[in-house]
């Protein structure tokens, strides 16, 4: 049968890559969000700490260097091309230059796991706007389809339970086996939490991993494990998910947990908020706390990460190879 597609298109959220480009990169990323300027400062003063320079970009291109080679492992050879929402390489000018390279047909991958407006419906809405861009521009439209939900894929799994592992390592061995696994994902205002299936795909995905640690540890139980947020925004009277992870930290060492192993099991990247929100405000607390901290890393360039891109591509390329779904035409007809 023909190969359905023609590429593969990594979308993420991107990130700056110098200092000049933080206040231009938030400006993008709070378009048509109404936002104090003390806010945009202080978050302008994260980025500052890491000099401008999120890790995202480097992280998301060795991602798609990664899934080049496994899908051609696979037999699946295809092109990956990487789309950023925030930053360069901007989704506009990646499907300019698919268009301009020959690809009519493309399967995406959106840089997040687990389903919300912010991390799915969005992508999608901005590569329909990507696409009516090019046809204004007289250029040829590239078709893109999307693969299926992979927040419990074995490979997505096993990488995050790896992460933990290893934080858990680092750990004093007298406070090592005492731990709570507390894992963390972005908090999203609760209006939206109700329409979408993000915090029920990130409970599924912490039970998969602590059950995967369980098994790797040869345990007949799975650790404890708590499900908090971080990188809470938007307005203070608005109900945000939670429980805060600082706040979290705080109660738990109330109750005489020693230690704590954190996991970032929302994000697929080490970026900013990340490094931030975790290795800076988190681990202060802790201190404050006389908590012992350990930061599990992001799955990042894994290579049983990788496999679940694969795996996932690979499954929609077989889904299609029948017959191709048909164009979208209008936002109304975008998934959430």
């Known amino acids: 049968m023909p190969q359905p597609f023609d590429a593969v298109l990594l979308i993420a959220f991107g990130g700056p890559q110098h200092r000049d480009h933080i206040r231009p990169f938030l400006a993008n990323v709070l378009r048509g969000r109404r936002v104090a300027p003390e806010r945009i400062e202080e978050v302008a003063h994260h980025y500052e700490i890491f000099d401008g320079i999120s890790p995202i970009t480097e992280l998301t291109m060795a991602q798609a260097a990664g899934l080049r080679v496994a899908l051609a492992e696979r037999g699946t050879a295809l092109p990956v091309y990487v ?13 300019a230059r698919m268009s301009g390279d020959g690809v009519r047909r493309a399967i995406a991958v959106i840089a997040a796991a687990h389903r919300s407006y912010s991390g799915c419906t969005q992508y999608r809405e901005n590569v ?68 979408y299936p ?45 429980p805060d992870i600082g706040d979290y930290l705080r109660t738990t060492a109330a109750n005489g947990v020693p230690s704590v192993v954190v996991c970032p099991v929302g994000f697929v990247c080490d970026h900013i908020e990340v490094l931030y929100d975790l290795d800076v405000e988190a681990a202060a607390v802790a201190r404050e706390l006389g908590l012992h901290f350990a930061r599990a890393a992001a799955v990042n360039d894994h290579p049983r990460f990788i496999d679940a891109l694969a795996d996932g591509v690979t499954a929609g390329v077989d889904r299609y190879r029948g017959g191709y779904p048909l164009t979208i035409t209008s936002p109304a007809h975008i998934e959430p």
């Open 83 to 95: 789309g950023m929402r925030n930053w360069d390489p901007y989704l506009r000018d990646t499907l």
């Open 128 to 195: 329909f706007a990507a696409r009516a861009a090019l046809r204004e521009a007289g250029l040829r439209d590239v078709d893109v389809a999307y693969v299926g939900d992979w927040h419990v894929s074995d490979g997505f799994v096993e990488a995050n339970a790896e992460r933990v592992l290893a934080a858990l390592a680092s750990l004093r061995a007298d406070v090592r086996w005492e731990s709570e696994l507390v894992f963390t994902a972005h908090s999203i205002p609760v209006a939206m939490a109700q329409r």
């Open 198 to 242: 993000y915090q029920r795909q990130l409970e599924e995905t912490c039970a998969a991993v602590a059950g995967r640690i369980a098994a790797r540890l040869s345990s007949e139980e799975p650790p404890a494990w708590t499900l908090v947020y971080q990188s809470r925004s938007g307005r203070p009277e608005d109900p945000w998910l939670g």
